[in-house]
């Protein structure tokens, strides 16, 4: 059991940072008066109004594992909240806390406790990308013996509205076998996934997991999910779980609206963790709050704590355009659009300077069956970068933008220089021919899967800035259909590079950032 005082303190800095964003419910161990008084005059922390205590008794902190999960019946209309069996049966406090949530917050709660949709699942070892893709490692059909997977897969749809259930080989030195511990969904396509030097500790598995899942699954836009790698560094005498160290991550972060609190060990480290993450959500504070204490225990922030959804979600979702030679044609943005009230319109705002104004255009209904919105930015010329995002206004007035710190953070693509492409015209070899490596930026694994429509000869190679050749990928002949390629970035030079792929008929080039 973890003392007190090591629990407060990194709770307080849990609540200085999450009660600027939302009303944080804290656990108060029976000592409600005691805990605002410690806030305030032992960890220095103000209490405001979104900081609310909730007198309720438990056994641990980890309550992502025991506490309640929230889910929007017919996606964007109730939420309720989902219980499942907790499996650390004889911590009974723990285990009647999602009760007593809910009555807090007035929710109607479904819970797994009973046959025949008995399931003992655990919160550290569930993600979902909020449109039904969910990730557990196998360990939720270890404590499940009593059904078969498809049982498993249908209580999961039934309570969570999951398929497809995704399920990964549990890890050798991960002894609690969650996936938070080296994982994180950043978005709905887009990955963060832990990283040990090459063969290390539980390196080897994680890797294997992931071409599991980019061989077989797809995200929910139907295209390859993006990886972003960020390391599990060393404990402070410089072991490795396999090596008896504690199991340190930077994946077990959580969510607060524009924040994200991210647990950190050691400058060395913190330092490059808190770049990657800063890079790939531009526009969010990402602040570090120290976990050395607590992470011999097997958890971070993701594990001690849990989120509630608002009652009233406008849903906003689009795949982020990707670079593009097309300098004649507008850019279409589209993007699902939801609320239950209805929307009453949508914009879309693009710029390519942000130190200036966005320019503004109305987005209009293009598939109403399934709540599509669509949008044109002009075309722009080649070398340009655009910025843009997404607002929308609900019948009720509710207003959301996406990304939810735009206009701070925006999605953008660069208009490349088509002098790149050689051969016939580019839009043959396009229209034949697809190129899209991810992660990108990228500062491990790169996956290059090469889509065709044609049988064709294909060479394959990566160059630098300056147009010479630095590795030779492949040289043949791939049939219809997706292959895929993989490029090992660890031992590269931090810049920019091209990746080109030739056939007959002309070449496509992608660029790539290596960190």
């Not at 497809?164 to 996934?193: A, C, V, W």
Request: proline fraction near 5%; hydrophobic fraction near 35%; glycine fraction near 6%.
């Amino acid at each position: 059991m973890l003392p007190g005082a090591v629990i407060e303190a990194i709770l307080a800095g849990i609540i200085r940072y999450a009660q600027e964003e939302c009303i944080k419910s804290n656990r108060a161990y029976e000592r409600p008066s005691q805990a605002q008084s410690d806030l305030i005059n032992v960890y220095g922390v103000p209490v405001g109004p979104n900081v609310v205590f909730l007198n309720q008794a438990s056994n641990s902190i980890w309550i992502r594992d025991y506490g309640a999960n929230p889910v929007y019946m017919n996606d964007v209309d109730s939420l309720i909240l989902v219980d499942w069996k907790y499996n650390r049966p004889q911590r009974v406090q723990d285990d009647s806390l999602p009760r007593a949530y809910a009555r807090h917050l007035n929710l109607d709660l479904y819970q797994t406790t009973n046959a025949p949709n008995r399931l003992v699942h655990t919160g550290g070892n569930y993600m979902s990308d909020g449109f039904g893709n969910g990730f557990s490692s196998e360990l939720v059909l270890d404590e499940n013996t009593d059904k078969t997977e498809t049982e498993i897969n249908n209580i999961m749809n039934s309570f969570m509205g999951i398929e497809p259930y995704i399920k990964m080989q549990t890890l050798p030195y991960d002894g609690i076998h969650h996936i938070d511990m080296h994982m994180k969904l950043l978005d709905e396509e887009t990955l963060l996934i832990g990283e040990y030097p090459q063969g290390i500790a539980d390196g080897p598995q994680i890797e294997a997991n992931m071409l599991y899942v980019l061989d077989n699954y797809t995200s929910v836009f139907g295209t390859p999910y993006k990886i972003v790698r960020i390391v599990q560094p060393p404990d402070g005498n410089d072991r490795y779980p396999n090596q008896n160290g504690d199991y340190r991550t930077y994946s077990n972060a959580v969510f607060v609206n524009k924040t994200v609190l991210l647990p950190v060990y050691e400058e060395q480290y913190d330092t490059t963790a808190l770049r990657i993450w800063r890079e790939n959500l531009p526009g969010y504070r990402v602040v570090g709050i120290n976990c050395n204490s607590i992470i011999s225990a097997s958890g971070a922030i993701h594990c001690i704590t849990h989120s509630v959804g608002v009652n009233d979600p406008l849903l906003i979702s689009h795949q982020a355009l990707h670079d593009t030679y097309d300098t004649e044609n507008n850019y279409q943005v589209s993007a699902l659009i939801r609320h239950r009230s209805g929307i009453s319109n949508a914009k879309l705002y693009w710029t390519t300077d942000t130190t200036q104004a966005y320019e503004l255009v109305d987005m209009t209904v293009t598939d109403e069956a399934n709540h599509i919105f669509t949008g044109f930015i002009p075309a722009q010329p080649a070398g340009t970068e655009v910025f843009y995002f997404i607002g929308a206004t609900a019948e009720s007035g509710k207003s959301q933008v996406r990304p939810i710190v735009a206009p701070d953070g925006s999605w953008s693509f660069m208009v490349l220089d088509s002098g790149l492409v050689t051969g016939l015209a580019k839009q043959v070899t396009e229209n034949l021919f697809s190129l899209k490596a991810f992660p990108n930026p990228a500062s491990g694994l790169v996956c290059v899967p090469l889509q065709s429509e044609i049988p064709l000869s294909v060479k394959l190679e990566v160059l630098d800035i300056t147009g010479r050749v630095v590795e030779e990928v492949f040289e043949g002949r791939i049939q219809t259909g997706e292959k895929r390629f993989y490029l090992h970035t660890q031992n590269w030079q931090p810049g920019i590079y091209l990746i080109r792929a030739t056939t007959h008929s002309g070449s496509v080039v992608q660029r790539i950032t290596v960190q």
